[in-house]
């Protein structure tokens, strides 16, 4: 069977073993965003099984490094390759507005991922970020880490319906640029606004130099403990749009800090410095026509350079992409497995 009609079968299947619940939620009109998120206190869960994995998979999300770090006492529970935490990305452990928040994680999966060609469930998703924004390895399933993030995360998404959208979802949307982002004009704008508290390198600071499974008052944005290149925060348009709408530490999107030139060149500076490589990245994408444009790594469908995708501008991608859809519905990645 060829790759494209195995992805139709399974976009086929997955749609129909969700058919029946979706007509039963959804027969109403689509709702409005869920603004107000009710998320369950956590201090408040009982005191049984689920509410004490549920309380340790917050810590886990809150002080990754101290349970699944490359330096905790157990070499069999050191999944995450660095000392970051889950909530240096999510911010306030998932429940900050615009700070990749975690509150419809849960009700969001199952779904296609674009990124695998199949159906991926919120187990896959979590491994994706071990491997990608904790430069780690996977869990299994039945790990109690990963149980207990997994009931963190359901906890979350208890009052929020499947598949719902909510208020706040993502980074942001910040217009982009009608030209490329300058990494160059970026470092300037890194060492006035950025550097104090992430350091002139780039580093981080750490809460402890001799014990790293202490992990870091302020994480580092690039070198070899930080996130890899296969991470989300690793493409141009997450970055941009999280640090306009977060940083520095404690702005809102409310009243953004940055100006969004100013976050778009801050961010391509950050992409452009070293940082660990994800062995097999160019597997990512079995269809090539569904790779975000602003993938910093090949290959590609459209023609455009490395350097476009990673800075933009990305219209005339954009543009291109929408053409060989139409021509060819898809693209096969070569190196797709």
């Known amino acids: 069977m060829s790759r494209s009609g195995l992805k139709g079968r399974l976009m086929a299947a997955f749609a129909a073993a969700l058919a029946f619940p979706a007509l039963i939620a959804f027969a109403?009109?689509?709702?409005?965003?869920?603004?107000?998120?009710?998320?369950?206190?956590?201090?408040?869960?009982?005191?049984?099984?689920?509410?004490?994995?549920?309380?340790?998979?917050?810590?886990?999300?809150e002080a990754t490094?101290?349970?699944?770090?490359?330096?905790?006492?157990?070499?069999?529970a050191r999944f995450a390759g660095n000392n970051l935490a889950c909530t240096n990305c999510h911010l306030q452990a998932g429940l900050k507005k615009f700070g990749l928040p975690l509150v419809a994680a849960s009700a969001d999966y199952p779904a296609y991922s674009a990124r695998s060609g199949e159906a991926s469930t919120i187990f896959d998703r979590v491994n994706q970020c071990m491997k990608r924004s904790?430069?780690?390895?996977?869990?299994?399933?039945?790990?109690?880490?990963?149980?207990?993030?997994?009931?963190?995360l359901k906890v979350l998404s208890t009052?929020?319906?499947?598949?719902?959208?909510i208020a706040g979802d993502g980074a942001g949307e910040i217009a982009e640029l009608d030209r490329a982002a300058d990494p160059v004009r970026g470092e300037q704008v890194y060492l006035s606004k950025c550097a104090d508290c992430h350091r002139r390198d780039g580093l981080g600071v750490r809460r402890n130099e001799v014990l790293p499974q202490m992990g870091y008052a302020v994480p580092p944005l690039w070198g070899p403990d930080s996130f890899n290149d296969g991470a989300g925060a690793a493409r141009l348009i997450t970055l941009a749009n999280f640090v306009h709408d977060n940083m520095p530490n404690g702005t809102s999107w409310v009243a953004p800090t940055l100006s969004p030139d100013d976050a778009w060149d801050v961010a391509a500076h950050v992409i452009a410095q070293p940082r660990p490589r994800l062995a097999g990245i160019d597997r990512d994408?079995?269809?090539?026509?569904?790779?975000?444009v602003d993938a910093?790594?090949?290959?590609?469908?459209?023609?455009?350079?490395?350097?476009?995708?990673?800075?933009?501008?990305?219209?005339?991608?954009?543009?291109?992409?929408?053409?060989?859809?139409?021509?060819?519905g898809e693209v096969p990645n070569p190196n797709a497995r």
């Open 28 to 61: 109403q009109p689509a709702a409005d965003k869920i603004v107000v998120w009710d998320v369950p206190a956590f201090d408040a869960l009982p005191d049984d099984e689920f509410g004490r994995l549920a309380r340790y998979g917050q810590s886990i999300v």
């Open 296 to 328: 910093g790594y090949g290959p590609y469908a459209d023609g455009f350079s490395q350097a476009q995708h990673r800075y933009g501008p990305y219209a005339p991608i954009r543009s291109e992409i929408m053409r060989l859809k139409t021509e060819r």
């Open 134 to 152: 904790l430069n780690g390895r996977p869990m299994p399933e039945d790990a109690r880490p990963m149980q207990a993030i997994l009931a963190y």
């Open 159 to 165: 009052n929020i319906p499947r598949d719902a959208a």
């Open 285 to 292: 994408f079995p269809d090539l026509l569904l790779k975000p």
């Open 65 to 76: 490094y101290a349970h699944i770090g490359p330096s905790v006492v157990d070499p069999a």
